[in-house]
Every structure is written in C-alpha cells, then in structure tokens.
C-alpha cells in the first residue's frame, strides 16, 4: 500500500509519496532553502498536491499518512501535523508519526552511501567525508555513526545519535553545540566488546560521528573541532527527505490522527502577548 | 452548507453554517482559564491547544450540525489578523480538508466575521448599519453598506476596550478575563464616584491606555481604596468612549441601525448604554459576539471562493490588510 509523507521540522518543506509498486515521487527541497525564511504555509500543501498528482493517487488510495513530528520549528511542525491529520480524517486514514531526527539521520546515512559496508565501495566512502579518511585510519572502515543536528535556535540544537542502520543510541535532546560536542565525545567512545584487539581497546576504534542537519552547517566551527564530521554544506543530507519519513514510516504503527502531536522538547515560552 | 474554521487568538472554533446564514451549530473550545495564570494570551501556548483541539472541535461542528464531510459544499477559514501561529493551525487544517474532496475555500478577514456576525440568524440585520466591535483583542467602529466589506471609521489607537478591562482589572486584585470580574464589582459600586479621563483622539477613533493609569494613580493615591466605585467608573469611562463615538458616527452617517459584537457586548452597562442611542440595535447573543467559526462561515457568504486548487499556496496574515 502506498504511503504519503511529509517534513516540516526545518525551513525547508518536504513531501513524498512512496507508492505500493516501491516508486517514490518526492519533492526534495535544496540545501539552501534551509537558509531561507520558513514558508511551510505557502508551500507544503502544494508540494504535497504535486506529488500526489505524479503518483496519480487520490488521498483514498493510501494505507497511511506520514509525518516528521520533530523536534524543529514548532510553528513548522504544527502546519505539518495539523495537515497530515485533517488529510487523514478526512479520509479515514491513520497517521504514522516520525522523527524528523530519524528521518535526517536516515538521509545521513543514504548520502554517506557505501560508508561500512566494506571494501567494495572505498571511494564512495571517502567521497562523503569532509575530510579525508587519512585523518582517522581507524574509523576509515567502521561505518560513521549518523548524528543528526536540527538548528533549534536560541544557541541551542536538537540532535540525536544513531548507530549506522538507525538504532538510537540516545537523545532527542535539546543542547548547546558545546554541550552536544562533549556530549557526542563521550558517547563515541566506543564500549569494549569481546573479541577486541589490544588495539580497540587503547581506543583507536573511536566511531567516527557523520553530522548533518542545518544546525550543523550553522555550527560547523564547534562540531569539527571537537572531531565530529559534518557534511559539506551543499550535501542534500542536511534536509530532512520525506522519502526517508514513508520509509521509517513502514516500521510505525499507525494511529488515530487526534493522537499525534508535535513532539516540540521544550516548554513553551510563557509570554503573555 | 459551510465549514468555518477560527484559531486567531485563544478559541478553538469550528462551526458550520447554511447559505442563508441558518447556524447549524457552532463550537467554542475556550482556552481562557489556561491564560489566566498569565494575565493574557500566551502566543505558543495558545497555538499549542489549538493543534489539540482542532480535529476534535471540526468533528463535533460536522457531529452536531447532523453532518459529514461529503454534506460540506465549502470551506472557510480566517487568515488573519491574529496570533500568526494560532491562525497557522486553522488554516493548515482547512486547506487539507478542503484540498482532500477538492472543495472551494474562502480565506475569512476576522473582523469581517465580527461585522456581520449580525446578520446571521432569524432575524439578520441588514445594509446599511454601522457596527461598534469592542474585545480584548479589537476596537473599531465601521460602517456596512455592502456585505462583502466594511469601512472602518475609527478604532482604537493603543489598547482594545477589553484590554483595558483585563489590565483594569489587574489593577484592582481581580480576575482574568477582567470585562466580566469589573462588570460584577461595578454593580455595587457608584459609577460617578471617581472621574476618569475619557480620551477622544481623532475624529472617532479611541484611546484606552491613559485610563489604567489614571486608575493606577488613583489607587496609589488612597489609603483605602473603595474597589467598588473605582471598579463602577473604571467601567463608565471605558462605556462612555465607546458610546460618545457611536453617537457622533450616528451623526456623522446618518445610519439608523447598530450592530454589537466583540467579547465587550457582554458588558452589561454597554448594552444599557447602546439601547438608548434611539437606534435599532442588534446585540447577537453571547456566542456570536465573542470569537467563533460560525460568523467567519457567515461571512464567508459575502466573499467568493477561491477553487480547488487556488488555495493550496495560501498563508495566514497576523496583521490586518490595509
Ligand atoms: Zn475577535
């Protein structure tokens, strides 16, 4: 069954149709549009129009409706999920609610491409990194673990880390990029296992970190310094891709459109107008 | 028969409508007590319960008015002025439902709800009528000679009459919101017991804010302050604005009829006060005078719709359109 899904965690407005047969028709928006001023009113419905119509499907013909619930720009997301629940209402459809970190560390991971899948694709491994392996011979051939790092504003980013195939490791967290650099140091130390060789063990096996994410184009300086890779900035790993949220969204149940909700990890701020 | 959809401000409103202004129902979801705390509206929290309420209200509007989707032949939303995150929610929500049967939409002005909130209804006012809207987050006077618009002819230059209630209020050790705690406590108090300004700036425009401070002087000013009387002529001041400029835009029009409408047509003294202008005037009740969805359906009447897929693009607007 086909399934339409949608982002709006960031600047940038994604949608994507991911139809039974395996075909995706997506509206994949540029790196740059995360720079730009929000605009998820003027352009999600009809980005989600657009693919819909390429997909030739009516809103009836779909088994769910996906959406990234964050955490981001919370009026982003509220234009997000209030339109993936009243498409879904109106249709009698369930939502499947995604995180849009998951979703950005899938996206991480799609462009890092052949990163630890071994020796066949070196050269797609090296290409994604921003600098080269030589830098680290050890994390050369362990795949990068996929931090994902949202601009929260006020100073501060919302990440998570992920092992490579997406297990999370910890987070959503709301932090400074200090924070999030010392935070990420410690838990890439990578736990000893059996079977490790003294060399492991003296830690030259750290995991590499691979960041993407507008907060991480925004606070490059802090992250690189702290040994974290972050993608160049014209990678297309820096937006959150609604492709990436109908194929998470395959391994979400689905529910009732009322129950979800953003999910925004900071309290609102309580300034009366 | 019309969906309407209102999230400006701090209600949750849906409500749907008939052609001839019949209100099939029309659901109010107030988040008032939830403000209380804070003197005032809180912008995120507000946007925050609408996003909850939103589906639930819609479905209690189509629920009780004895409808479903597939009865719904347009779509209205209001697109501003307002709290621009609390306005995004509805009209997030209005696009996708009206995008997902291909239905008509009309982007609603707020105010344009409140003017003709009256003309909905048994017995609907009609062309020409001036029209006095007074709440916590407005305060104009316009006059309709044509249902698709108003012409403002004055409105307040600083705070809303309902503002100047809530702040009044503060003032005074009472509640939030303050229109109805002042409109209580005056009762038992003498209206001319104190003199408060009554600024007239302008031909017919209002200015409220030098009153909270003549009052805050006041009670700086006494030893014992009688909460009563000041509560009473805090109240009579703030009337008393809004009926002299009525009374000179009567005169200045020659309009004969009078519409009421905002959160402040509640104030018990304003209603005395309007009914013995000798105008004909229509006071709509209580949950068509405070926000709601089925004036911005109403309105929606006098305003063409934007087809399928016209309105997919369209963006919600905090301030008013020039
Ligand atoms: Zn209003």
């Given at each position: 069954?086909?399934?339409?899904?949608m982002?709006?965690?960031t600047?940038?407005?994604?949608?994507?149709?991911?139809r039974?047969?395996?075909?995706?028709?997506?509206?994949?928006?540029?790196?740059?549009?995360?720079?730009?001023?929000?605009?998820?009113?003027r352009e999600?419905?009809?980005?989600?129009?657009?693919?819909?119509?390429?997909?030739?499907l009516?809103?009836?013909?779909?088994?769910a409706?996906?959406?990234?619930?964050?955490?981001?720009?919370?009026?982003?997301l509220?234009?997000?999920?209030?339109?993936?629940?009243?498409?879904?209402?109106?249709?009698?459809l369930?939502?499947?609610?995604?995180?849009?970190?998951?979703?950005?560390?899938?996206?991480?991971?799609?462009?890092?491409?052949?990163?630890?899948?071994?020796?066949?694709?070196?050269?797609?491994?090296?290409?994604?990194?921003?600098?080269?392996?030589?830098?680290e011979?050890?994390?050369?051939?362990?795949?990068p673990?996929?931090?994902?790092v949202i601009?929260?504003?006020?100073?501060?980013?919302f990440?998570?880390?992920y092992?490579?195939?997406?297990?999370?490791k910890?987070?959503?967290?709301?932090?400074?990029?200090?924070?999030?650099?010392?935070?990420a140091g410690?838990?890439?130390?990578r736990?000893?296992a059996?079977?490790?060789?003294?060399?492991?063990?003296?830690?030259?096996?750290?995991?590499?970190?691979?960041?993407?994410?507008?907060?991480?184009?925004?606070f490059?300086?802090?992250?690189?310094?702290?040994?974290?890779r972050?993608?160049?900035?014209?990678?297309?790993?820096?937006v959150?891709?609604?492709?990436?949220?109908?194929?998470?969204?395959?391994?979400?149940?689905?529910v009732?459109?009322?129950?979800?909700l953003?999910?925004?990890?900071?309290?609102?701020?309580?300034?009366?107008? | 028969?019309?969906l309407?959809?209102?999230?400006?401000?701090?209600?949750?409103c849906?409500?749907?409508?008939d052609?001839?202004?019949?209100?099939?129902?029309?659901v109010?979801a107030?988040q008032?007590?939830?403000?209380?705390?804070?003197?005032?509206?809180?912008?995120?929290?507000?946007?925050?319960?609408?996003?909850?309420?939103?589906?639930?209200?819609?479905?209690?509007?189509?629920e009780?008015?004895?409808?479903?989707?597939?009865?719904?032949?347009?779509?209205?939303?209001?697109?501003?002025?307002g709290?621009?995150?609390?306005?995004l929610?509805?009209?997030?929500?209005?696009?996708?439902?009206?995008?997902?049967?291909?239905?008509?939409?009309?982007?609603?002005?707020?105010?344009?709800?409140?003017?003709?909130?009256s003309m909905?209804?048994?017995?609907?006012?009609e062309?020409?009528?001036l029209?006095?809207?007074?709440?916590?987050?407005?305060?104009?006077?316009?006059?309709?000679?044509?249902?698709?618009?108003?012409d403002?002819?004055?409105?307040?230059?600083?705070?809303?009459?309902?503002?100047?209630?809530?702040?009044?209020?503060r003032l005074?050790?009472?509640?939030?919101?303050?229109?109805?705690?002042?409109?209580?406590?005056?009762r038992?108090?003498?209206?001319?017991?104190?003199?408060?300004?009554?600024?007239?700036?302008?031909?017919?425009?209002?200015?409220?804010?030098?009153l909270k401070?003549?009052?805050?002087?006041?009670l700086?000013?006494?030893?014992d302050?009688?909460?009563?009387?000041?509560?009473?002529?805090?109240?009579?001041?703030?009337?008393?604005a809004?009926?002299?400029?009525?009374?000179k835009?009567?005169?200045?029009?020659?309009?004969?009829?009078?519409?009421?409408g905002?959160?402040v047509?509640?104030?018990?003294?304003?209603?005395?006060?309007?009914?013995?202008?000798?105008?004909?005037?229509?006071?709509?009740?209580?949950?068509?005078?405070?926000?709601?969805?089925?004036?911005i359906?109403?309105?929606?009447?006098?305003?063409?719709?934007?087809?399928?897929?016209?309105?997919?693009?369209?963006d919600?607007?905090?301030r008013?359109?020039?």
């Amino acid at each position: 069954m086909s399934l339409l899904g949608m982002d709006t965690s960031t600047a940038a407005s994604a949608a994507c149709v991911l139809r039974s047969d395996g075909e995706a028709f997506e509206v994949a928006p540029e790196p740059a549009t995360l720079m730009a001023r929000p605009a998820h009113a003027r352009e999600l419905m009809p980005a989600v129009a657009a693919v819909m119509e390429r997909a030739g499907l009516d809103y009836a013909d779909l088994e769910a409706i996906a959406v990234g619930v964050g955490p981001g720009t919370f009026t982003g997301l509220r234009i997000g999920v209030a339109t993936a629940r009243a498409l879904a209402n109106a249709n009698g459809l369930e939502v499947r609610p995604v995180s849009s970190l998951a979703a950005l560390a899938a996206g991480i991971q799609a462009e890092a491409g052949a990163v630890g899948r071994g020796a066949d694709e070196p050269a797609a491994a090296r290409s994604i990194a921003a600098e080269p392996a030589a830098n680290e011979p050890a994390a050369a051939d362990a795949a990068p673990w996929l931090l994902p790092v949202i601009d929260a504003k006020r100073g501060e980013v919302f990440t998570a880390l992920y092992e490579p195939g997406g297990d999370p490791k910890w987070g959503p967290l709301a932090l400074r990029p200090e924070e999030l650099a010392e935070h990420a140091g410690a838990a890439a130390e990578r736990l000893p296992a059996e079977g490790d060789t003294p060399a492991d063990r003296a830690g030259e096996a750290r995991h590499t970190l691979l960041a993407a994410g507008d907060g991480s184009v925004r606070f490059r300086g802090v992250l690189e310094a702290a040994g974290i890779r972050v993608m160049s900035d014209d990678s297309r790993a820096h937006v959150v891709r609604a492709l990436h949220v109908c194929r998470l969204a395959a391994g979400v149940r689905g529910v009732p459109p009322q129950a979800v909700l953003p999910d925004y990890l900071r309290a609102p701020d309580a300034k009366p107008q | 028969m019309i969906l309407g959809i209102e999230t400006s401000c701090d209600d949750t409103c849906a409500a749907v409508v008939d052609a001839d202004g019949a209100i099939r129902s029309n659901v109010i979801a107030s988040q008032g007590l939830l403000h209380a705390r804070y003197g005032g509206v809180v912008p995120e929290i507000a946007s925050r319960h609408h996003l909850e309420l939103v589906d639930a209200v819609t479905a209690d509007a189509l629920e009780r008015a004895g409808a479903g989707l597939d009865d719904v032949e347009t779509v209205a939303v209001t697109t501003g002025p307002g709290l621009i995150g609390a306005l995004l929610v509805g009209v997030s929500s209005a696009k996708a439902i009206a995008a997902s049967r291909r239905l008509p939409l009309v982007p609603v002005d707020h105010l344009h709800g409140h003017v003709t909130a009256s003309m909905l209804g048994a017995q609907p006012i009609e062309p020409p009528y001036l029209c006095l809207v007074a709440s916590g987050g407005h305060t104009f006077l316009a006059r309709v000679d044509d249902p698709s618009t108003y012409d403002v002819l004055g409105q307040t230059l600083d705070d809303a009459a309902g503002e100047a209630f809530d702040k009044g209020a503060r003032l005074l050790g009472l509640g939030y919101p303050g229109g109805p705690e002042i409109d209580r406590l005056a009762r038992q108090g003498d209206p001319e017991a104190f003199d408060f300004p009554r600024s007239a700036p302008g031909e017919l425009d209002f200015s409220f804010s030098g009153l909270k401070t003549s009052l805050l002087y006041k009670l700086r000013e006494l030893a014992d302050p009688p909460l009563a009387d000041l509560a009473a002529s805090y109240q009579r001041a703030v009337v008393d604005a809004l009926v002299a400029r009525t009374e000179k835009a009567f005169l200045q029009t020659g309009l004969r009829r009078l519409a009421i409408g905002g959160g402040v047509a509640a104030n018990s003294e304003l209603r005395n006060a309007v009914n013995q202008l000798g105008a004909q005037v229509w006071v709509p009740p209580m949950e068509l005078c405070t926000d709601n969805a089925a004036m911005i359906a109403g309105a929606a009447r006098f305003t063409s719709p934007l087809p399928y897929p016209d309105y997919l693009a369209l963006d919600a607007q905090a301030r008013p359109a020039v």
